[in-house]
């Protein structure tokens, strides 16, 4: 084992170490609860091999793929498909070479270490990859991904995988889930409810999606009533499929609760495609107060990603389509914008609301004050640019001074990247008992106290707030 | 002692910790400043004894009631009073239980160390509160509380307080405070000029509080010249009972210097009600320059509290009043906000104006700038949501560069749980000399300057600051 | 050597600080480059001897006078010039009395260190400054100065600068860098151009800048056309006084790209004194778009320093005129704000903007995840305030884990105060090493990687995104 340090990301100081590392033990090997994320249920539906090393790591990965466009490298030469369908370098060793030779920008980065201990774990890779050793990793991943312990339903359970949420949209039909449930497999891949497609009216063909909506609910989604029980006959399918949540990805947190006849209004408008940009932002924020409702009814836990400012390089996204890593985050506020929901339903103890932010000033200022004291409010794991080990530092010692760990829910790998989840488990057990170790070392907790969050940080959070 | 580390808070690294400690043994003992703070005066006036256990230390302290609240707990059982005079839970007992099942949520948490600490130092408890160590913990306390040793003229003589503040309102009669006057007690209880329910136009009742204002000081609170000459009656008054300064809880740091025509236009339709919000802003925003003018005659020290949404929780409001743990901070400018009031007097070093924020974004980008040039400025320590061991660290190493440690004013409490006072005090001497420690260990500071400088973070500065 | 630590900035914990060291040895002594700075060319062409102590290192220093005035001592009473020519203290040393009896208000912070390093290593003095040793500092400082071994050019070398860039507005004759050139002088000491004054509507006397700006470049200044000509032609001219980059400081990071026809119309209506403060804003920021598209063509390097609001306090800028400590940052966006020019030229890998912000919550937020996807994106080091320890370790910790450091550019001094470059230094190379030794600790680095980026962080990205 060259590359991993088996005391990596623990405390530098010896006895902190020490205390940290018995932390870890106790939770290194505890089963993985991946509540959030983005994986695609195809995968654990057909148990197909992976394809190339370059399409498992490369391609399909926004971290990796934004790094190397920083410095230059045109995403076509990656592999990454044209919006137009235009050639775009299909040899795979050419784009692992390619990879290789730019791992280096990767240093002091989480995907290195996501990168590392997969190359390290999975594959037997021990000596970085470079130029040097570009093909010789290559040839290894891609014969392992050609054995039949490499298939997603063989990683799955080498990963110790208790429960895999995907997130799919309001029109998926969950038919990968449906051969899953069918197919006799014990492993537990369940969906999430993402209705943005048919909330927000800035969307693409949102009057499309919401005649296809009608159809698949047998709802008359052309008035406001019907469109709401569509929501509801959706989500009763949702949670057939296993769904234990909604999820919802609004540029802010905006929030509204509007007079039905309002709110009914607007959403005729929307139809027409005859919102203004304000007017589409307060539909939005409305239908976050209506889904929170109806939260009270069916049990789903609400999940709340703002801050997002999508596809910011319009040439990029000509050229390449969206989610291509110009998602930058913007200034994000949440104590004003979250006040209609929670006048609403931000008392109510048997409703679990969790945020996830992209700006870290709101840690301190406005999310550990707010689920430090409604009932509905839990606090999710940083986020997507945050997801690092420094981030997740950051997290904990910023929270939970005002909101506990109580009021958090545990971590979420939230990635499309199937081969990194251990990795980044991994790394989120090892920050956290880091981070206990440090109040173990400096008297704020006892021993077993630290042993007790840090199984609750690994396990019992995510379990008791997604409801699993 | 079992639940009190010794070497609580200071640095992990044993070299650094050894600084940290013989720094710490240096400033332990020296006597308490409390120099703003909400302890009530009636309590030192009367030094009847502390009412039972829950009532001590839970259904007063919105940190420990607003975690509970968090996690699902009803106020009203937890004793906390209705607004409507309705029911609630009356038994100490029953409340004492419900906190201490609770009272793992606090784990990581300030609340924490500060209970821990009265627990431990006041009332000789030594195992971690929690559903079976409840009645114990009754028991022990209630005890206790009923012998002359834990009455509050005992306590403020056992916890070596030098002086400490209390904040009264403008319309405050202060009988308590002549009481401990006229009492012969040696203790030094003073108060501090809190105007808000007299500046503030959006204040309940507002006109009546003028009308009243006027009634105390025998000025024409009607007319613009009466109403500032009122303010300056009562100043005086409130310094004959040992006032050395003056308070303002705002809701952002904006500041006016208006034409006096025009502020008093805008104080004629005060009284009428007929203020716009941006009027009452504008308002509030010249009485702080007024204030300081104020301050300039009369020598009170100036402290400006902003950037708190108040009452954030309608239902809350309705159902228990005010200031029920729903307070949340909200972004706070102060670089455009200050400018009216530092150019009318920022640039004079007979005032002093200490500034508290909520938003901790300000410390390097505005503060420690603004507070690192201006004569008449200094920075209030980490306030509410941040007077956390952490919090006060980050302080620390984020304004120091800038502005130094002689721009800072020493450690405030600023609470209301007279028993944390001690702790919080401590943790605050802990943590600074932890940080020096830090500058000792890697060669920015001698030891010689790092003593001098606990000293003075421990008592000089918060003594010549609030010129005490 | 009594006030300088060997190993200060180092990790306190001993293992760590071993890595630190080692790390540190590696780079201690590679040559400088100082590409962006506002040192005075005319020292290195006259060679003159530098003036009296206090004319050295307080009258003209920022950061030391800011911190006096801030505890209450008059600008005059430290030799700062008045606007009006009036008069101030001019003995030296009656000021270097006065500053060192104020030393300790510098405790904790860069100048301190800065400072220390300078008074030991060029003159030798190694027991603190105070009032005690202000005579013997003056004395042997003065002493030296008047030795030729502390003239520019020979400080110059004694440092180990292998490129000095400083600050000229366009309308400089350079002709300082030319008597340098002409001297026969090896010393690199380039300029950058910096055009603020002919870019800005709201500059002082902005029609006549321009008026002169055609005289000096033979371009119809009256026209857009031959007013972007005219910065063509001056780009050319401070080019072949070695510019590598252009430098732009504006209030906000706003950019545009308008249409030609409504650009021309807004420069005819700046002409004419005639632009509001938002047309002055648009043009400033469509102004950047036209550099970064001269900069395509001529390969200049584009910096934008971004968010300080100038000259805060109108009475000391009436009595002292600009510059005189009273900046202070304000919140700057990025995302939105550079959205028009990144639109344009965001993509070119063949461009380099380095930005550089006063506003920390972007690092994370908004700087990092742009430029570790941009490619013509670089981020400058921490700028002003920020160029401390604490600050350089903060922006390590925060940018690497999403941008990586070869979107980073090493370390800029960007100093007045020629004495402090070394020190400034030295203290960059101490924060990058002590960062680099802790994730070498907890396994996030070979050791060989750390060297390579500890190199690279000294010298390498320097020399790289500058073109040096």
Redesign the interface.
């Known amino acids: 084992m060259a590359m991993?340090?088996p005391?990596?990301?623990?405390?530098?100081?010896?006895?902190?170490r020490r205390i940290a590392r018995r932390l870890y033990e106790g939770v290194a090997d505890l089963p993985i609860i991946s509540p959030h994320g983005h994986t695609d249920p195809r995968w654990f539906a057909e148990n197909e091999p992976f394809p190339d090393p370059a399409r498992l790591f490369v391609t399909p990965d926004h971290y990796v793929f934004?790094?190397l466009?920083?410095?230059?490298v045109d995403l076509a030469a990656l592999g990454v498909p044209r919006a137009d369908g235009g050639p775009v370098e299909t040899d795979g060793r050419t784009i692992w070479r390619l990879f290789a030779s730019h791992y280096?920008?990767?240093?002091?980065?989480?995907t290195?270490?996501w990168l590392d201990h997969a190359f390290e774990t999975l594959f037997d890779l021990d000596s970085?990859l470079s130029t040097a050793t570009a093909d010789f990793y290559y040839d290894r991943i891609a014969e392992r991904l050609a054995s039949d312990e490499y298939r997603p339903r063989a990683l799955f359970e080498r990963f110790g995988l208790e429960a895999l949420s995907t997130t799919e949209g309001a029109l998926d039909d969950l038919k990968w889930h449906r051969q899953i449930a069918e197919s006799g497999w014990s492993g537990r891949v369940i969906t999430t409810y993402r209705p943005d497609t048919v909330i927000d009216p800035e969307a693409d063909g949102f009057a499309d999606n919401i005649a296809r909506f009608g159809e698949l609910t047998g709802c008359d989604t052309t008035s406001w009533d019907g469109y709401l029980e569509a929501h509801r006959v959706r989500r009763a399918f949702f949670k057939e499929h296993g769904a234990t949540a909604s999820d919802h990805g609004h540029p802010t947190a905006r929030t509204e609760d509007l007079p039905q006849a309002e709110a009914a209004a607007l959403f005729a408008r929307a139809l027409k495609g005859d919102l203004s940009a304000e007017d589409a932002d307060a539909f939005r924020g409305h239908m976050l107060t209506e889904m929170a409702r109806m939260s009270l009814d069916d049990g789903l836990v609400m999940q709340i990603h703002a801050g997002s400012?999508r596809n910011?390089?319009?040439?990029?996204l000509a050229r390449f389509g969206r989610d291509k890593?110009?998602d930058?985050?913007?200034?994000t506020?949440f104590?004003?914008a979250l006040?209609p929901l929670?006048?609403a339903v931000?008392?109510r103890?048997d409703l679990t609301i969790i945020l996830f932010t992209?700006?870290?000033?709101v840690y301190?200022?406005?999310l550990?004050?707010?689920?430090?004291?409604?009932?509905a409010?839990r606090l999710g794991p940083p986020w997507w640019?945050?997801d690092?080990?420094?981030?997740m530092m950051?997290f904990r010692?910023?929270v939970?001074?005002?909101?506990?760990?109580?009021?958090t829910v545990g971590f979420n790998d939230d990635t499309r990247a199937f081969c990194s989840i251990p990795a980044r488990h991994d790394v989120a057990r090892r920050v956290d008992c880091a981070w206990l170790a440090?109040?173990v070392?400096?008297?704020?907790?006892?021993m077993e106290?630290a042993e007790e969050?840090a199984h609750d940080l690994t396990h019992g959070l995510a379990r008791k707030a997604y409801r699993l």
């Open positions: 991993l340090d005391d990596r990301l623990l405390p530098n100081n010896p006895a902190t934004r790094m466009c920083s410095q230059g280096h920008l990767f240093r002091g980065t989480p290195r270490m970085r400012y910011h390089s319009p040439a990029t890593g110009f930058i985050p913007v200034r506020e104590v004003r006040k929670l006048d931000g008392m103890p992209l700006d870290e000033t301190s200022r406005e550990a004050p707010l689920a430090g004291v409604y009932p409010l640019f945050f690092s080990a420094e981030g950051r010692r910023i939970t001074e005002t909101a506990g760990i109580y009021n440090e109040l070392g400096d008297g704020r907790l006892d106290e969050m």
